[in-house]
T-cell receptor, first 110, second 116 residues
Framework: SQQGEEDPQALSIQEGENATMNCSYK?????LQWYRQNSGRGLVHLIL?????REKHSGRLRVTLDTSKKSSSLLITASRAADTASYFC??????????FGRGTSLIVHP | DTAVSQTPKYLVTQMGNDKSIKCEQN?????MYWYKQDSKKFLKIMFS???????INETVPNRFSPKSPDKAHLNLHINSLELGDSAVYFC???????????????FGPGTRLTVL
């Protein structure tokens, strides 16, 4: 089955820097979503971007989608220590089947 | 105020036992899910229920059985527990999009199952 794959697997940056993580998938999608998971917690929805959209913003988050390359990126600007978490992309298969990647582990050093 | 709740938060048990994890959502969503997250954080969907009917069922062992007494609850029963069942199990819910595509999911806090 289709699966989003995040890259890099791990990212370590200093507070104030930008963090970029990528997601690639294999077949066509209706939408792509990004989630955050803090250690020991459930996933929290960040942004949903539909297949006919190219870019979306939410606060310090910017998500882009390139359907020709079957990829998406999540940019966190001016990162904070509180952004330390794992970030997952989730894609659909045109049905009720959500498929998650393995996530990018982000560490932001104060 | 908790949107999606799960009990228990931690579950430690012996191989061969039968256990249940409960999940409740107060969001009025039509679809609920169960996920298994392994030690490498890989999140794999196990079941999905829409309006009390199972609509997808990944290739999980039949020792796992979801039970939905009503739209707000989706419990997970596990029989004859094995070492490999140790993981974190997440419940989630979402509204169904009119186009059929799934929407934002709301996750519970997770249940960490340890099988000894």
């Amino acid at each position: 089955s289709q699966q989003g794959e995040e890259d890099p697997q791990a990212l370590s940056i200093q507070e104030g820097e930008n963090a970029t993580m990528n997601c690639s998938y294999k077949t066509s999608i209706n939408n792509l979503q990004w989630y955050r998971q803090n250690s020991g917690r459930g996933l929290v929805h960040l942004i949903l971007i539909r297949s006919n959209e190219r870019e979306k913003h939410s606060g310090r988050l910017r998500v882009t989608l390139d359907t020709s390359k079957k990829s998406s990126s999540l940019l966190i600007t001016a990162s904070r220590a509180a952004d330390t978490a794992s970030y997952f992309c989730a894609t659909d298969e045109g049905s009720y089947i959500p498929t998650f990647g393995r996530g990018t582990s982000l560490i932001v050093h104060p | 105020d908790t949107a999606v709740s799960q009990t228990p938060k931690y579950l430690v048990t012996q191989m061969g036992n039968d256990k249940s994890i409960k999940c409740e959502q107060n969001l009025g969503h039509d679809t609920m899910y169960w996920y298994k997250q392994d030690s490498k954080k890989f999140l794999k969907i196990m079941f999905s229920y829409n309006n009390k009917e199972l609509i997808i069922n990944e290739t999980v062992p039949n020792r796992f059985s979801p039970k939905s007494p009503d739209k707000a609850h989706l419990n997970l029963h596990i029989n004859s527990l094995e070492l490999g069942d140790s993981a974190v199990y997440f419940c989630a819910s979402s509204p169904v999009g009119t186009s059929g595509a799934y929407n934002e999911q709301f996750f519970g806090p997770g249940t960490r199952l340890t099988v000894l």
